[in-house]
């Protein structure tokens, strides 16, 4: 499986961005998917996920109510919608596919796409 992520950008405080995730492969529709970010300095921390089916919705305490991830198994792609962005949300953001365990930790998932680069000034 490859991934591509895009859709980042320098946005201001308040702004919306959606990002994108691009799937190979003819698995994408039976697994879970997630957005992961890293700022400089700081760990990669999780952001949200979505089961195989898109009816399970996880989010990090940080982007609820902000953030929403939805897929499209047709286009072998999952999304994230950002909202009312915060400076402390700039950060490397990286989409991922979940292999098991526990959603929160990176180590669940076994193929994590580029990156790309979200900024958001105050």
């Known amino acids: 499986v490859q991934l591509q992520a895009f859709g980042g950008g320098l946005v201001q405080a308040g702004d919306s961005l959606r990002l994108s995730c691009a799937a190979s492969?003819?698995?994408?529709?039976?697994?879970?998917m997630a957005w992961f970010r890293q700022a400089p300095g700081k760990e990669r921390e999780f952001v949200a996920a979505?089961?195989?089916?898109?009816?399970?919705?996880y989010y990090a305490d940080s982007v609820k109510g902000r953030f929403t991830i939805t897929r499209d198994n047709a286009k072998n792609t999952v999304y994230l919608q950002m909202s009312s962005l915060k400076p402390e949300d700039t950060a490397v953001y990286y989409c991922?596919?979940?292999?098991?365990?526990?959603?929160?930790?990176?180590?669940?998932?076994?193929?994590w796409g580029q990156g790309t680069q979200v900024t958001v000034s105050s």
């Open positions: 991922a596919v979940h292999q098991g365990g526990s959603h929160i930790y990176p180590n669940s998932y076994a193929y």
């Open positions: 492969g003819r698995t994408f529709s039976s697994v879970g």
């Open positions: 979505i089961n195989s089916g898109g009816n399970g919705l």
